[in-house]
């Protein structure tokens, strides 16, 4: 079954970071796009950071200068340092995979389960 998994989402104070991991498993030759959204209670799923093809990142407005994400291709891991955390990103925060199969060979769009990121004031 190919899937993701996000870890390392918890309780921090404000100005306080966490870093998320996502890993893609299953039958998966390489990571396309690599994304993180978030969904705020009675919010909508937002877009927060999007690495297209490694080394070229995107982020929304709100996060630039303090989230940060990188990839590791070696590991098929992608991750979402957060820095300076305000009580305004406190959501449950998805993982969103555009992956290569090797079997099919075709691409495959994955989201993780979501992992709870709550900042206290």
């Known amino acids: 079954q190919v899937q993701v998994v996000e870890s390392g989402g918890g309780l921090v104070p404000a100005g306080g970071s966490l870093r998320l991991s996502c890993v893609p498993s299953?039958?998966?030759?390489?990571?396309?796009?690599m994304g993180w959204y978030r969904q705020a209670p009675g919010k909508q799923r937002e877009l927060v950071a999007i690495?297209?093809?490694?080394?070229?990142?995107h982020y929304v407005d709100s996060v630039k200068g303090r989230f940060t994400i990188s990839r590791d291709n070696a590991k098929n891991m992608v991750y979402l340092q957060m820095n300076s955390l305000k009580p305004e990103d406190t959501a449950v925060y998805f993982c969103n995979a555009d992956v290569r199969l090797i079997f099919p060979q075709r691409n495959l769009e994955l989201w993780g389960q979501g992992t709870l990121v709550t900042v206290s004031s």
């Open positions: 299953g039958s998966i030759f390489s990571l396309n796009a």
């Open positions: 690495d297209i093809s490694g080394g070229n990142a």
